[in-house]
């Protein structure tokens, strides 16, 4: 489906929750939009949806389906709500069945999705358009993938993580313009846990915590000269379980918690500390933005998390297996737990990983023609 062809109410609804700052660069898209978004009963609803310091917009992925959701911080307690249910409608069926997709990585209102059924797609959520991308041999259970740019001009990475020791990853890129993989001559033999393969788009390339000889380091992809780089942690580093962030529009965020074993599956969390970095070519200079104790448990699934500077509050999300309430709100002594389906107590948790990522509306669509490089 194309912008155009999206009915008024479904684009209304959707900006109706963009801060106002990010709305300008939509309305020179048509004079549709334009007197849309300019008219009273879009600014009734904008000024409903919106809360005065505007906070951002948030994608979950939640039973392996796509929300639009709107964290309130400035509730007491804090709130989440969601805005919009996104539905990936599925080629493969004649009817309207929506896809389950089981793992998002965004960049730049993209998000390449894996289905349950192993399937790899590139989604604008806003738009509904899609790209399905086949696999050069075949698509397997351990890879995970990354979504990023040089120049405008968007690349897919696929790891395939080997499971015999001694480990050497192999690699592969899609280059959505030419439409093809090709194999990156490069192997390598550093460890991602796997509730670190998720990465975070930054800048246009991904950032993971991963391990070599037992000592974690930040690894970076750059899509431009599709290289790999090493990067610091804070010094000294001894957290166990890791996650990356993007503060603001600029800032490399890192989560680490350090844990006591609490159950088989689930981790007693003794201390959890944000660091906000920057980086100076291949130094990361970082310093620490909230340190949160003694609060809850983690998941070995994983976590995901957006964090806020100005009020130093963090946001996480988390499976258990115990209950629905997967968003966790720790700001200060204020620590709330939220389902935002508020789905009945007695309805039992989804077996289904769950993820939460800072998102903003995009224009982006995909489709092959020439690179921006080379216009």
Same mark, same amino acid.
């Given at each position: 489906?194309?912008?155009?062809?999206?009915?008024?109410?479904? @684009?209304?609804?959707?900006?109706?929750?963009?801060?106002?700052?990010?709305?300008?660069?939509?309305?020179?898209?048509?004079?549709?939009?334009?007197? !849309?978004?300019?008219?009273?009963?879009?600014?009734?609803?904008?000024?409903?949806?919106?809360?005065?310091?505007? /906070? +951002?917009?948030? @994608?979950?992925?939640?039973?392996?389906?796509?929300?639009?959701?709107?964290?309130?911080?400035?509730?007491? +307690?804090?709130?989440?709500?969601?805005?919009?249910?996104?539905?990936?409608?599925?080629? #493969?069926?004649?009817?309207?069945?929506?896809?389950?997709?089981?793992?998002?990585?965004?960049?730049?209102?993209?998000?390449?999705?894996?289905?349950?059924?192993?399937?790899?797609?590139?989604?604008?959520?806003?738009?509904?358009?899609?790209?399905?991308?086949? +696999?050069? /041999?075949?698509?397997?259970?351990?890879?995970?993938?990354?979504?990023?740019?040089?120049?405008?001009?968007?690349?897919?990475?696929?790891?395939?993580?080997?499971? @015999?020791? &001694?480990?050497?990853?192999?690699?592969?890129?899609? #280059?959505?313009?030419?439409?093809?993989?090709?194999?990156?001559?490069?192997?390598?033999?550093?460890?991602?846990?796997? =509730?670190?393969?998720?990465? %975070?788009?930054?800048?246009?390339?991904?950032?993971?915590?991963?391990?070599?000889?037992?000592?974690?380091?930040?690894?970076?992809?750059?899509?431009?000269?599709?290289?790999?780089?090493?990067?610091?942690?804070?010094?000294?580093? *001894?957290?166990? %379980?890791?996650?990356?962030?993007?503060?603001?529009?600029?800032?490399?965020?890192?989560?680490?918690?350090?844990?006591? =074993?609490?159950?088989?599956?689930?981790?007693?969390? *003794?201390?959890?500390?944000?660091?906000?970095?920057?980086?100076?070519?291949?130094?990361?200079?970082? *310093?620490?933005?909230?340190?949160?104790? $003694?609060?809850?448990?983690?998941?070995?699934?994983?976590?995901?998390?957006?964090?806020?500077?100005?009020?130093?509050?963090?946001? =996480?999300?988390?499976?258990?297996?115990?209950?629905?309430?997967?968003?966790?709100?720790?700001?200060?002594?204020?620590?709330?737990?939220?389902?935002?389906? $508020?789905?009945?107590?007695?309805?039992? &948790?989804?077996?289904?990983?769950? !993820?939460?990522?800072?998102?903003? +509306?995009?224009?982006?669509? @995909?489709?092959?023609?020439?690179?921006?490089? #080379?216009?």
């Amino acid at each position: 489906m194309e912008w155009g062809n999206l009915p008024g109410e479904m @684009i209304e609804e959707i900006f109706s929750w963009v801060p106002a700052k990010s709305l300008s660069r939509f309305q020179s898209t048509s004079k549709h939009w334009q007197a !849309l978004l300019k008219s009273e009963s879009f600014a009734k609803k904008h000024s409903a949806n919106n809360a005065p310091d505007e /906070d +951002p917009l948030s @994608i979950m992925l939640i039973d392996y389906r796509v929300f639009l959701v709107r964290i309130n911080l400035h509730d007491d +307690p804090p709130s989440v709500k969601v805005a919009y249910q996104f539905n990936l409608k599925d080629p #493969d069926h004649k009817s309207s069945q929506v896809a389950a997709i089981r793992k998002v990585f965004h960049c730049d209102g993209l998000l390449l999705c894996t289905t349950k059924d192993k399937r790899l797609v590139v989604w604008n959520p806003c738009s509904g358009e899609t790209k399905w991308v086949k +696999p050069r /041999d075949r698509y397997k259970k351990h890879d995970y993938y990354a979504l990023g740019s040089s120049c405008k001009q968007y690349k897919i990475l696929r790891v395939d993580s080997q499971k @015999i020791l &001694p480990i050497k990853n192999k690699y592969e890129i899609y #280059d959505l313009t030419s439409d093809s993989w090709r194999v990156l001559g490069a192997t390598t033999d550093w460890f991602l846990a796997k =509730y670190r393969r998720g990465g %975070i788009s930054f800048k246009g390339n991904t950032y993971w915590v991963a391990t070599w000889s037992h000592t974690d380091f930040l690894l970076s992809f750059d899509f431009s000269t599709e290289m790999f780089q090493s990067l610091s942690l804070p010094h000294p580093y *001894s957290h166990s %379980i890791s996650a990356l962030s993007v503060v603001g529009e600029n800032k490399l965020c890192l989560l680490g918690t350090s844990r006591i =074993y609490y159950s088989s599956r689930d981790l007693h969390v *003794s201390e959890t500390t944000c660091w906000v970095g920057n980086s100076l070519g291949s130094i990361m200079s970082w *310093s620490e933005l909230l340190t949160v104790k $003694d609060h809850s448990e983690v998941n070995l699934n994983g976590l995901s998390f957006l964090a806020d500077e100005q009020s130093k509050t963090l946001v =996480y999300c988390n499976q258990s297996p115990k209950n629905n309430k997967i968003v966790h709100i720790v700001r200060g002594d204020t620590y709330v737990k939220v389902d935002p389906l $508020d789905r009945s107590s007695t309805i039992r &948790p989804s077996s289904s990983s769950s !993820l939460l990522l800072n998102y903003v +509306p995009s224009l982006v669509q @995909i489709k092959q023609g020439k690179s921006a490089c #080379d216009l």
